[in-house]
């Protein structure tokens, strides 16, 4: 029997569902994202939304190890063919 919905898979599922719930709630949610809040380790006030990225930003400290290949290397660089 033909149903006037098309199908869905789990996931396209969810992706029209959360389109549709942040159309029917968006003034909600942007009002939260934009509520202002304190971090808690410099004490700024920011917009919540930025606050993830803040804490990304200025109080993780994570050292990425220097890739071998982007090493710098002092000298001329001939190109050889064998
Ligand atoms: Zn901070």
Do not use: Q, W
Not at 17 to 37: G, T
Request: with cysteine.
């Amino acid at each position: 029997m033909p149903t006037k919905y098309p199908k869905l898979t789990k996931e396209e599922y969810d992706h029209v569902y959360m389109k549709i719930y942040y159309y029917m709630n968006r003034d909600r949610l942007l009002a939260r994202a934009k509520r202002p809040v304190k971090c808690e380790k410099c004490n700024k006030i920011m917009p919540y939304s930025s606050l993830c990225y803040h804490i990304k930003k200025c109080h993780t400290k994570e050292e990425k190890p220097m890739r071998n290949d982007l090493k710098k290397e002092d000298g001329k660089f001939v190109l050889t063919f064998d």
